[in-house]
């Protein structure tokens, strides 16, 4: 069974400053799919970034960029001049691909507070 | 943008009542889903969804749940006897094909439920 890991509670860091939140997820499979959600106080899940393992390039969207390491099984997410509307949990997932219907697992998530 | 609606955002119930959640997904989707976070812990899938019978089920989708698609644009998610550790936000979501999926999902804003 896959499990995702997110080894960090919670962070706090200053409005403007760069933040990196770890993952790292065990898996057998050689082809599987990678996502972060951004849980805000609305408690609306939303998706911010995508990878596909058998892509070498890493993911950007606008500040949000991923540091995706195959052999380590980690996916970090990097959110680059942080806003305070990114204060939100985070939480890493993981999908193989697929077979009709697939699920998503979820690590536990990390607290992120954005100060002024 | 479309989005995936449920109903009602707060569901407070007693012990032992039947509960009804209601969600109504994209109107061009075909895969549907129903996952569960209780409060400050993961979030956890329940179920999957598609061509009007059940993909994937997890362990926690035990014989006190069920899921119907009663009318092709609702997607309900019943409980028949609540318990206390049934108290939880309920997060339906909802992919246009497969390839959808891989793109990851859409996510309602939630059902909060409270067994009192």
């Known amino acids: 069974a896959q499990t995702v890991t997110q080894s960090q509670p919670e962070m706090s860091v200053q409005e403007a400053e760069t933040v990196t939140l770890s993952c790292t997820y065990d898996t057998s499979e050689n082809n599987y799919y990678l996502f972060w959600y951004k849980q805000p106080p609305s408690r609306q899940m939303i998706l911010v970034i995508r990878q596909e393992a058998y892509k070498q390039q890493n993911a950007t969207e606008n500040r949000f960029s991923v540091n995706f390491q195959k052999a380590a099984k980690s996916f970090s997410l990097k959110i680059s001049d942080s806003q305070l509307g990114d204060t939100a949990m985070y939480f890493c997932a993981f999908m193989t691909p697929p077979v009709g219907a697939q699920k998503l697992v979820f690590g536990q998530g990390t607290r992120l507070t954005i100060n002024p | 943008e479309p989005e995936v609606t449920q109903t009602p955002s707060h569901q407070v119930t007693q012990m032992g009542q039947e509960v009804i959640l209601r969600c109504v997904p994209i109107?061009?989707?075909?895969?549907f889903y129903w996952y569960r976070q209780i409060l400050g812990q993961k979030v956890e899938f329940l179920v999957s969804f598609y061509n009007n019978e059940i993909s994937e089920k997890s362990e926690i989708f035990d014989d006190q749940f069920s899921v119907e698609r009663p009318d092709g644009s609702n997607f309900t998610l019943k409980i028949r006897s609540t318990k206390l550790e049934d108290s939880a936000m309920y997060f339906c979501a909802s992919s246009e094909d497969v390839l959808g999926v891989l793109l990851g999902y859409t996510f309602g804003s939630g059902t909060r439920l409270t067994v009192v």
């Open positions: 109107s061009n989707h075909l895969y």
